[in-house]
T-cell receptor, first 114, second 111 residues
Framework: KAGVTQTPRYLIKTRGQQVTLSCSPI?????VSWYQQTPGQGLQFLFE???????NKGNFPGRFSGRQFSNSRSEMNVSTLELGDSALYLC?????????????FGPGTRLTVT | TQLLEQSPQFLSIQEGENLTVYCNSS?????LQWYRQEPGEGPVLLVT?????EVKKLKRLTFQFGDARKDSSLHITAAQTGDTGLYLC???????????FGQGTTLQVKP
């Protein structure tokens, strides 16, 4: 099976702009989660979508939003970008079990905000 | 708030040495996972442990889940340069549906 794909891989944006990141999960996986990874904070959970519904949400401001389509593909949007939003954004797919919650990560999108 | 503390944060050893990485929490997890991440890539799942006291072996890597399901360890025997990377533990709570990650252990294995 093909792995998780994320586009674009690299992105440079200016403060105040907005950005949309895309993720295609492993075929058959219904759960897609998004994470932000920074050197200082490590891997932090943003939100999870399961069957087009947000099932869980982390502690991020409302500028961070997402959605999932009927084919399980997901997008994440960040509005009014701040310098602190510079990070590696990782998407992960999972079959959907909440007891195991095994995550299969994509390569990430490196976002730089200037 | 559930937290996972990993130690040590950094480890630099010579090829052939053994090492252990620890992952501790005051919370109980339904399962615990270990991932390895290389620069510029996403984390790759190494193993999932589910039962308290469970031990799993993956070649030279041995993973153990604490009896109370609050802690875990990763032991690498005879480390190789290819083991270099960031090792992350992550705990899953069936009630919250969230995966909590530790801060990670950066391992450098020198030839």
């Amino acid at each position: 099976k093909a792995g998780v794909t994320q586009t674009p891989r690299y992105l440079i944006k200016t403060r105040g702009q907005q950005v949309t990141l895309s993720c295609s999960p492993i075929s058959g996986h219904r759960s897609v989660s998004w994470y932000q990874q920074t050197p200082g904070q490590g891997l932090q959970f943003l939100f999870e979508y399961f069957s087009e519904t947000q099932r869980n949400k982390g502690n991020f401001p409302g500028r961070f939003s997402g959605r999932q389509f009927s084919n399980s593909r997901s997008e994440m949007n960040v509005s009014t970008l701040e310098l602190g939003d510079s990070a590696l954004y990782l998407c992960a797919s999972s079959p959907g079990r909440t007891d195991l919650y095994e995550q299969y990560f994509g390569p990430g999108t490196r976002l730089t905000v200037t | 708030t559930q937290l996972l503390e990993q130690s040590p944060q950094f480890l630099s050893i010579q090829e052939g040495e053994n090492l252990t990485v620890y992952c501790n929490s005051s919370s109980v997890f339904s399962s615990l996972q270990w991932y390895r991440q290389e620069p510029g890539e996403g984390p790759v799942l190494l193993v999932t442990v589910v039962t308290g006291g469970e031990v799993k072996k993956l070649k030279r890597l041995t993973f153990q889940f604490g009896d109370a399901r609050k802690d875990s360890s990763l032991h690498i025997t005879a480390a190789q340069t290819g083991d270099t990377g960031l090792y992350l533990c992550a705990g899953a709570s069936g009630n919250t549906g969230k995966l909590i990650f530790g801060q990670g252990t950066t391992l450098q294995v020198k030839p």
